[in-house]
């Protein structure tokens, strides 16, 4: 009976965070429905996404690629970069790291070209986590040491911290606990600058650290730290769930059996909601199933060690499929690329329609000033105006012209493309001042004529009423 009380308050304390979890994706939903500016939308997918990365990556991909495409649209970079951040994270906890790595990669190419910063340094983040899962830790750090020089950059003071314990953590993982020490107590200190509370994940680290060297009542203080500052959040429930596997860990070193157990079943508890099947699930299955061997509670220990392989049998099923997988994803990239490449050539047909019309519109103009002209006695002042205005519509309009081109040429560097200008400017002025100086003698002259004629016409017209 004890036993069912405890499980039964395990499972109301995941359904309560599941349920705040679930109204925060019901309000981002019903942002998404009444949002009508694409960049916005862009971002709640993104968010959404985030969302549903832990416990359904299937959804959490669909709706990345849904704002990958809208990004794509839009010509949004920064979300172009955002959603494939948001895929690859989806993508990583299935075991399908390449396919995560691609997607990291190509955000981080996109957020250096747009000079993005914090974006650049979260993809470098990702990237360390992919090493990580992959078992080169010191890559690893590598990568995280490059996004925590641009984090401590711009002053981002919570993702410096979140880096350092992860710089930790991965130094825990390599048995270098003195290093990981220095890292987590690096990541306190750094968020306790700037957030009150204790800071739960370099306290969880630290408890991990305490674990492993055999610090137990240090260690069992930082988890109930951790355990606290994370239930306040109520966000990052795997963290909680990190706190009750650290301590069932360390009561079983104390044999402590029925305190390893209660904890060991809360963090399972929380796993399981969250993911139902992944390696996390395995990993504490089997350790339940084992503390339950220990005390000869054979049908709980079969009962977990079942879950625990449904779970593994789903991860190796996932990476069966992750060929299909990424089959799929180069099919849905091909996709938004054959779209946008259709979109482009629309786009570039509707400018080169309008470089011929600008082109006729300025040859039009020239002829009917030049034939209108012909009746029109046109004064010296207003042929030089006419001529600059002239000048500057040609400069512009080779400008337009030229500019995809020049943009590629020089790499978009302003410096040359200003030099290039004035060049370009430096050859018209000469010939500006030619075609000025013949344009005002042909239209001297023409004057001239019209003046003659009418006067030719006003002596003809006085003589014609002398005779009369």
Avoid at 23 to 44: G, H, M, P, Q, W
Avoid at 201 to 227: D, Q, V, W
Avoid at 353 to 372: C, D, K, P, S, Y
Avoid at 380 to 408: D, G, M, S, T
Wanted: glycine share 6%; net charge positive; charged share 25%.
């Amino acid at each position: 009976m004890k036993k069912t009380i405890l499980l039964l308050l395990a499972v109301l304390f995941v359904i309560g965070e599941s349920r705040a979890q679930s109204r925060v994706i019901d309000s981002l939903k019903a942002l998404l429905k009444k949002e009508k500016r694409d960049t916005a939308r862009v971002n709640l997918l993104c968010d959404l996404a985030f969302l549903f990365q832990p416990a359904k990556p299937d959804t959490a991909i669909k709706l990345g690629f849904e704002a990958l495409s809208l990004a794509n649209r839009i010509h949004f970079s920064k979300g172009e970069a955002n959603s494939l951040n948001r895929i690859g994270a989806a993508y990583n906890p299935t075991g399908n790291s390449p396919k995560a790595m691609e997607c990291f990669l190509q955000a981080l190419r996109i957020n250096e070209k747009i000079d993005n910063p914090e974006g650049t340094a979260r993809n470098l983040g990702n990237l360390a986590l992919v090493y990580s899962d992959e078992g080169d830790q010191h890559r690893a750090i590598d990568y995280d040491f490059q996004a925590l020089k641009i984090f401590e950059r711009i002053n981002q003071k919570l993702l410096s911290s979140v880096t350092l314990t992860w710089i930790g953590r991965f130094y825990l993982i390599l048995a270098q606990y003195d290093s990981a020490m220095v890292y987590a107590q690096k990541g306190y200190a750094m968020e306790k600058r700037f957030r009150s509370g204790k800071p739960a994940r370099p306290l969880l680290l630290m408890g991990h650290i305490y674990l492993k060297t055999g610090e137990l009542n240090l260690a069992l203080e930082c988890f109930r730290s951790s355990l606290s500052s994370f239930k306040q959040g109520r966000i990052y429930t795997p963290g909680i769930s990190d706190c009750y596997q650290g301590m069932s860990e360390l009561y079983d070193r104390q044999q402590k059996a029925d305190s390893a157990l209660y904890y060991a079943r809360k963090a399972f508890a929380i796993s399981y909601d969250q993911g139902k099947f992944t390696a996390d699930v395995d990993f504490k299955g089997s350790y339940l199933s084992g503390l339950y061997q220990k005390r000869g509670v054979t049908d709980s220990a079969y009962h977990y060690i079942i879950l625990a392989k449904a779970a593994k049998d789903s991860v190796t099923s996932q990476q069966r499929l992750n060929q299909y997988q990424s089959l799929g994803f180069d099919e849905k990239l091909r996709q938004i690329e054959l779209a946008n490449t259709e979109q482009k050539a629309e786009e570039e047909r509707r400018h080169n329609l309008q470089f011929a019309g600008l082109a006729v519109a300025i040859l039009t103009f020239l002829i009917l000033f030049f034939a209108l002209s012909r009746t029109i006695i046109v004064k010296e002042n207003f042929i030089k105006y006419f001529n600059v205005v002239v000048l500057l519509a040609v400069f512009e309009f080779i400008n337009l012209l030229i500019h995809p081109y020049l943009a590629r040429l020089t790499h978009e560097s302003p410096p040359l493309m200003l030099l290039i200008l004035i060049g370009i400017g430096a050859l018209l002025v000469p010939l500006h001042h030619k075609l000025e100086h013949w344009i005002a003698h042909v239209l001297t002259e023409k004057n001239k004529q019209i003046r003659l004629a009418a006067a030719k016409k006003t002596i003809a017209h006085l003589e014609g009423g002398k005779n009369d």
